[in-house]
């Protein structure tokens, strides 16, 4: 029952008492193989315990106390005089753990890294500290590659702005085949000599992956992704409107739409009664106030007293007797309530006069020492309301900010479903004042159209108009297209991308924060090949 898959371990004896779990095994086989000369022995030396700690029971510790027995060697050239016998999927040569226990403490740095892993180690009842997980991990082969026939390739930070790698993944697995650790193109010719199957290779508009892609695998074919085609629009588009940045400053402004005028029923007036007069109260108090008034009032001509209503109602007895004093449910609405006395009403007339007699330009400090002097106790803060109210009307608004260019990119480029009524009218004001980038907008819908329909035939009208619209950015972004053309022909065309790459970079990025300082290059490309 403990260890169904070691035929070749006996148990011997168990003992679950105390706080520690021990159990007593030995080996069943005859001999044992060297380890240098492979010669097989049978000759016993000698024997000793070892004690590898194995995976808790029912978080107890449990300890194995493993009888294990010295060979002698009998050929003469080997070089060992001695050697111990192993138990093949137990231990280890110099292990202190069992490798189940190894392979558990591995798995808990794959999944939670040092800090985190330690702690989950400690709650399962397994000793090991941060650095014990990290070796594990370490310790752990890389998966095979395989032969993968579409991959995708892009750069990802070690150290933003500093530092870059290369993460290669397969199009078609979504699975990381390997990590390097930087993005020039002599790092990545060697792989890619090493894998001549690839038939599809997706890349952004580097030029060292291109570079790279055409010396080592030139029988691939390339595809530029179309997430990298859109934001490099996108920074073309952003370049135009800073070109045009005085329609921005000069777009007239925006009057707001008057709200709709809702119609209302004919007032009759065959009554003789006037077409208006006062409102009723309206709202969620009104209706509440009438349904009150209505209860009190049935359960009044029901003879029930007023004392009897507040008991059926759980209501006060002052409560019920405002309802039933109230002639009118309207009566029970309050109106606009009374200003209440302030300790500031005695000095009022002083300040007013000292108010007038500066013009206004006395400070509240001055005025608090002042009418203290007369007597007052209060504080500053009622005092700074009523020279707020002193000081009229606020300012009126200044004129709204031209939009910023962020904005108007914004505008230009997002889906127009994405857009809200305000930011709809802002744009077509905009494009009405500037022709320039109502041109960019009409190139920008249609790139989009090509790119979402993979109407890749279409790429040489776009180019041709791009580049003759006069607009720097744009022709700059259309010559870029030109001369790598046959990848962004084929991203606009084939299904292939490299979104699953932007994904694993993701991925990279949460295991990198994970790992806070301790995420060197080596450590964190064990954890995304084997994490998965």
């Known amino acids: 029952m403990l260890f169904p898959s ?11 008492s105390g706080p520690v779990v021990r159990v007593e095994a030995r080996l069943t086989t005859l001999g044992a193989a060297c380890p240098s000369c492979g010669a097989w022995s049978e000759r016993v030396h000698g024997s000793y315990l070892r004690y590898p700690s194995d995976l808790p029971s029912c978080g107890r510790p449990v300890v194995v106390s493993l009888r294990v027995r010295r060979f002698i060697c009998g050929q003469a050239s080997c070089p060992r005089r001695t050697f111990v016998e192993q138990a093949q999927g137990l231990t280890r040569r110099n292990g202190q753990v069992t490798e189940r226990q190894r392979a558990s403490v591995a798995c808990l740095g794959l999944a939670l890294a040092g800090r985190a892993g330690a702690r989950i180690a400690a709650l399962l009842g397994i000793r090991a500290s941060r650095s014990t997980l990290l070796r594990r991990v370490m ?13 995708g390739v892009d750069d990802f930070a070690l150290r933003r702005g500093h530092v870059y790698g290369t993460v290669i993944t397969d199009a078609a697995t979504h699975r990381v085949l390997d990590m390097l650790p930087d993005r020039d193109a002599a790092t990545l010719v060697p792989w890619l000599a090493g894998h001549p ?9 580097a030029s060292a992956y291109a570079d790279a892609a055409t010396t080592a695998a030139p029988q691939a074919r390339q595809v530029a992704d179309r997430y990298h085609l859109w934001a490099n629009l996108v920074s073309a588009v952003e ?17 707001p739409e008057p709200d709709p005028q809702w119609e209302t029923p004919p007032h009759d007036d065959s009554a003789g009664e006037p077409a208006t007069g006062p409102t009723e109260p309206a709202g969620k108090m009104a209706e509440r106030r009438r349904l009150h008034h209505a209860l009190v009032h049935d359960l009044l ?21 405002r309802y039933a004093r109230a002639a009118r449910w309207q009566d029970m609405m309050k109106g606009r309530p009374q200003p209440r006395a302030s300790i500031l009403d005695p000095y009022k007339p002083y300040l ?7 013009g206004g330009k006395i400070t509240g400090l001055a005025l608090l020492a002042e009418i203290r002097e007369r007597g007052y106790r209060g504080g500053h803060t009622v005092l700074s309301v009523w020279k707020q109210g002193q000081q009229g009307p606020d300012p009126p608004a200044p004129p709204p900010a031209p939009p910023t260019v962020r904005a108007a990119v914004g505008w230009l480029t997002r889906h127009p479903a994405g857009l809200t009524l305000d930011e709809e009218l802002q744009r077509k004001t905009l494009l009405a004042h500037c022709p320039e980038l109502e041109t960019t907008a009409d190139l920008v819908r249609s790139f989009a159209e090509m790119l979402t329909s993979l109407e890749g035939n279409r790429l040489p009208e776009w180019i041709t108009q791009a580049r003759t619209s ?24 084939t299904q292939w991308n ?20 301790r995420a060197g290059f080596d450590l964190l490309r064990k954890r995304v090949l084997l994490a998965e």
């Open 498 to 517: 490299s979104g699953h790459v932007e994904g694993a970079v993701n991925r990279i990025k949460m295991l990198k924060r994970q790992m806070f300082g």
């Open 239 to 255: 370049k135009t409107v800073v070109d045009h940045r005085r329609c921005l400053h000069s777009l007239p402004t925006i009057a």
């Open 352 to 358: 007013e006069r000292r108010w007038a007699e500066t």
């Open 197 to 205: 199957q690839i038939e599809i290779l997706c890349r952004d508009r």
């Open 139 to 151: 310790d752990l082969p890389d998966p095979a590659v395989g032969a993968p026939v579409a991959v």
């Open 6 to 16: 070691l035929p070749q371990v006996e148990i011997v004896h168990f003992k679950a």
């Open 301 to 321: 001509d029901q003879g029930l007293s007023e004392r009897a209503v507040a008991r059926h109602l759980s209501w006060s007895r002052n409560t019920v007797r």
């Open 470 to 493: 006069g607009l720097r950015g744009i022709s700059t972004f259309a010559t870029g297209l030109n001369s790598d053309y046959d990848a962004v022909g084929a991203g606009l065309t």
